[in-house]
Structure formats: C-alpha cells, structure tokens
C-alpha cells in the first residue's frame, strides 16, 4: 500500500499571504489528522477530520482551517501567514486496530517557510 | 492537560553500548502511548503502541515498556543506523489526538 502523500514538499512564502497544503491518505483510511512541529513547540496538533467532518481541533487561531473531501483527500489552509508558521506541517492517516485505539501514520510533510 | 516529558534530550552512544529513554507522562485516561523514530527532514515513523501498564513490545533492537506513569525505549546493541530523534506521544481516551513529547535525540558512534 502507498504511504500518506503530502504536496508540496516545500513551501517559501511571505507574510501575510495564504498558502494550501494538501494530504492523501493511505488507500482506506477516512481519518486524516494535522500537526505543526517546529524546533521550539515540537508536534502540535491541528485538527482532525473524519468523514469530511472536523472531530476535533487544537489551540490553533482562527486562520488555520482544514477540509476533507469525499475521497478522504484533506487540506490545510493558513491564511495571513506570520513569520511564526514557519513549520513542518504534517498529515497523519489513521487506522484503527481490534483494541479500540488507533494508529496514526503520517506523511513526509511539507516544509513551509515564511519571509 | 496531557502533558509529556521525555528525557535525555539528547543521548550519545557508540555501537553497541545499550542505553534506555525514558517518557514521563499524565494523561486524562489513557487509551494508548506510541512511541515514533523521526530522522531529519522526514515524517515520524510509527514504532509501537502500549496499551496498559506492564506492557512490553519489541522490535529488533528495541524493546518499549510501560508503567502507569512512564514508558522506556529500551535499546539494545545500537547500531550507527539507528541515530534518529525518538518521539513519545499519548493517546486520551476521548479523541484522536496525540500529545508528543519534545523527543529524544539519538546518536550512536560507530
């Protein structure tokens, strides 16, 4: 099976505009998840949506805001971009196992830097 | 609030010198603890899941244990690649949502 696939890799920006980034989840998987990791923070985590549904949501601002599709495909959207979202921006696909948990696996990222 | 502390920050070992990481943890009811290997530049790769205390998982080298307040990576026998930042997160029982630790960095000299 493919991995998550995340577009683009990287991202230079400035501030104050607005980027896209988009994930696939792994073939089967309906529940996609998003972190921020920088070097000061570490992993935070975004959202998650299920079913093109958002389940839950982190400590994030108003400009962060995520989609689903119908085919599982997500996007995240940052608008008025700071020089502080400078990040790696990472999509986490889910599958749940027979114990009720669930395993999130993620994506390469996408590195997104703002001048 | 699930927080997680994971300790050394960084860990220094030559090939074949077994050492252990260590992953403090409060959490609202857990419903699991994984435990990722991150390299430079990529995603963080899953490793195992723990589900309650006494616990052990194993996976060549590496062998994940947990308690009702803290989790071990145990790592036996290193080799150089397994130089890589080691990442603890929880799991509470309502939501998906994983709450990592800041990672430990591994480095083994050859």
């Known amino acids: 099976k493919a991995g998550v696939t995340q577009t683009p890799r990287y991202l230079i920006k400035t501030r104050g505009q607005q980027v896209t980034l988009s994930c696939s989840p792994i073939s089967g998987h309906r529940s996609v998840s998003w972190y921020q990791q920088t070097p000061g923070q570490g992993l935070q985590f975004l959202f998650e949506y299920f079913s093109e549904t958002q389940r839950n949501k982190g400590n994030f601002p108003g400009r962060f805001s995520g989609r689903q599709f119908s085919n599982s495909r997500s996007e995240m959207n940052v608008s008025t971009l700071e020089l502080g979202d400078s990040a790696l921006y990472l999509c986490a696909s889910t599958v749940w196992s027979e114990l009720g948990t669930d395993t999130q696996y993620f994506g390469p990222g996408t590195r997104l830097t703002v001048l | 609030e699930d927080q997680v502390t994971q300790s050394p920050e960084a860990l220094r070992l030559q090939e074949g010198e077994s050492s252990s990481l260590n992953c403090s943890y409060t959490?609202?009811?857990?419903?699991?603890l994984f435990w990722y290997r991150q390299d430079p530049g990529k995603g963080p790769e899953f490793l195992f899941t723990l589900y309650s205390a006494g616990e052990e998982k194993e996976k060549e080298r590496l062998k994940a244990t947990l308690t009702k307040k803290e989790s071990f990576l145990h790592i036996t026998a290193p080799k150089p690649e397994d130089s890589a930042t080691y990442l603890c997160?929880?799991?509470?029982?309502?939501?998906?949502?994983?709450?990592f630790g800041e990672g430990t960095q591994l480095t083994v000299n050859p």
């Open positions: 959490v609202s009811g857990l419903r699991g």
């Open positions: 997160a929880v799991q509470a029982h309502f939501g998906s949502r994983l709450t």
